[in-house]
């Protein structure tokens, strides 16, 4: 286990890296994103991030608070529906027209719904999108631009460890009549980390990171019961307000912690890449490795050496080797991922009008899910 005393000692070892660090946040207008975003623009210096989320108002609000935090920082938001392929790729564009690189790209977006399906204009299943496809295509169009860095890493911020069996004739659960966003999550946790793989092969000196955060005490759960569909909304407000409350006071960590820790997940050299970074001229990550940390373990390990591929906990530590991913990796099923993956970018594009519109109803439906935190009432805890 990585102490978080250590975490942050990594953290604050940031300071001394000169300015020019450049991070993209999606997913970080709340929760964990958030408060990486807060524990990058604290601990690095003239330090740059891009914010991309779907609320200007709250964009602005989160930058003037960022800017007391580090008034050397720079800090742009990017308003973009991210749910959206076309979207992805707008931003994607925009970014890398005003960057020469980028150094860490951390994605977290996504809600908790006890709702069924809902598609974006698109046609993919909103909270899939979030959870998996997006952060798929954000990461194939910055790797190119994340590769001219001295030290890429990519954090997806979900569930590794709880990867679960792949429904190989419907990856998109499309035939499942009761579709739930808790029974997709296993499986798109296992699409993350077979994707990651197949990236990794041609991407050797990037490394690639899948979290599980721990319980984390952020908004989601609150969110989920609070936007309860249809009758179900009144039994939910039972444990809206005593088993949530409870949770998050007493088995949470809170979203700082959680921010620390991915920070050092972003950028401590306890998580190299696959290709030797002396011999690529790079470092293995923005802060040495802490003394009597050793390095963690890939996901894949030949002959000492790692695919550059982490699928980490909340402590830090690499997830118990899995049965099943060993299973897919045996079958190749990385590469059907990847297949099906590439179909879904395609279909979903060209699921659009000739002015670039598509069903915009579903994603009216999906802004239904937009939290209760979106008044902007909230301050960052400068001091923590
Ligand atoms: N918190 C936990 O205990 C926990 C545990 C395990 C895994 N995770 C995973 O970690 C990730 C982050 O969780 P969190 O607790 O930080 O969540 P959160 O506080 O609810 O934040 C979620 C982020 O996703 C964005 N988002 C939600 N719905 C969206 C939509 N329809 N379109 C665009 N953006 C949308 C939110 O943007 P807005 O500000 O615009 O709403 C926000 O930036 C999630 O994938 C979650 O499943 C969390």
């Not at 250590?6 to 940031?14: I, P, Y």
């Not at 108002?57 to 308003?79: A, R, T, V, Y």
């Not at 297949?339 to 579903?362: C, I, P, Q, S, Y």
Request: glycine share 8%; net charge negative; proline share 5%.
């Amino acid at each position: 286990m990585v102490s978080l005393k250590t975490v942050r000692q990594s953290n604050a070892a940031l300071q001394a890296f000169p300015p020019g660090i450049v991070a993209v946040f999606a997913g970080a207008t709340q929760g964990i994103g958030l408060a990486t975003l807060k524990q990058f623009a604290k601990y690095v210096s003239g330090p740059k991030a891009y914010i991309i989320g779907r609320s200007h108002e709250k964009g602005k609000h989160i930058i003037d608070q960022l800017k007391i935090l580090n008034p050397m920082g720079s800090f742009m938001f990017i308003e973009a529906q991210i749910s959206k392929f076309a979207e992805v790729d707008r931003v994607c564009e925009e970014i890398k027209s005003l960057e020469n690189h980028v150094d860490i790209l951390c994605m977290s977006m996504g809600y908790l719904s006890l709702g069924g399906r809902v598609e974006t204009p698109e046609g993919i299943e909103t909270n899939r999108a979030l959870q998996l496809y997006s952060r798929l295509r954000l990461t194939m169009n910055l790797l190119p631009h994340l590769e001219r860095s001295m030290s890429p890493r990519i954090v997806s911020v979900l569930s590794a460890g709880f990867e679960g069996p792949l429904d190989l004739s419907d990856l998109d659960w499309k035939s499942h009549k009761s579709y739930s966003v808790f029974k997709a999550a296993a499986p798109a946790s296992t699409m993350m980390n077979l994707f990651f793989e197949e990236l990794a092969k041609d991407h050797p000196t990037v490394s690639f990171v899948h979290s599980f955060p721990g319980v984390v005490a952020t908004n989601n759960v609150d969110n989920m019961f609070a936007h309860a569909p249809g009758l179900l909304w009144f039994p939910a407000q039972i444990p809206r307000y005593t088993v949530v409350p409870l949770l998050n006071m007493f088995a949470a960590i809170s979203p700082d912690e959680a921010g620390e820790r991915t920070l050092f997940l972003a950028t401590n050299a306890r998580y190299p890449p696959a290709e030797d970074h002396i011999e690529a001229r790079k470092m293995g990550g923005f802060v040495d490795r802490p003394q009597g940390v050793p390095f963690a373990a890939s996901t894949i390990m030949k002959e000492g050496r790692g695919n550059g591929v982490y699928r980490v906990n909340s402590h830090g530590e690499t997830c118990k080797d899995s049965a099943l991913l060993k299973g897919y990796r045996k079958d190749d099923i990385g590469k059907v991922v990847w297949e099906h993956t590439m179909r879904v970018f395609a279909e979903a594009l060209a699921n659009r009008d000739e002015n670039g519109n598509g069903n915009e109803n579903g994603l009216r439906e999906a802004e239904a899910n937009v939290s209760d935190t979106d008044s902007l009432d909230f301050e960052l805890d400068l001091k923590s």
